[in-house]
């Protein structure tokens, strides 16, 4: 059965950090790109960031780049979003998403798309960024 699975959501204060992972299993996990999109409440879904299954290249939208990063360990078949110095407007459920090998709708210096290309999404989790 495919799947996708995130973890490592909660509440954090202004200036902390979260560590978030998604699972998959179901499929060949190094075969496909990973995305992170997030939604706020009222808000379009919005691409965050990247890894790209065929050179490990990562991906992150503007506002995030220098305090994200993420990697993928495919012997875990898992990817890991770091999330540093977290705002406020961080807020929202990030979601994690397959593109088969490449990372479809991230390009540097572009705003990156909500994912309408991703074919298979985890379930979400929470992150609330609040003092």
């Known amino acids: 059965q495919l799947r996708l699975v995130e973890f490592g959501g909660g509440l954090v204060q202004p200036g902390g950090s979260l560590r978030l992972s998604c699972t998959g299993s179901?499929?060949?996990?190094?075969?496909?790109?990973i995305g992170w999109f997030r939604q706020a409440p009222g808000k379009a879904r919005e691409g965050v960031s990247c890894v790209s299954a065929v050179d490990g290249h990562s991906y992150h939208r503007d506002s995030v780049k220098d305090r994200f990063a993420i990697s993928r360990v495919d012997a875990k078949n898992t990817v890991y979003l770091q999330m540093n110095s977290l705002k406020p407007e961080d807020t929202g459920v990030y979601y994690c998403a397959r593109y088969p090998r490449y990372c479809k709708g991230f390009t540097r210096g572009v705003l990156p798309g909500a994912g309408e290309e991703y074919d298979y999404w985890g379930q979400g989790t929470q992150v609330t960024v609040s003092s």
């Open positions: 179901g499929f060949t996990f190094d075969d496909y790109a």
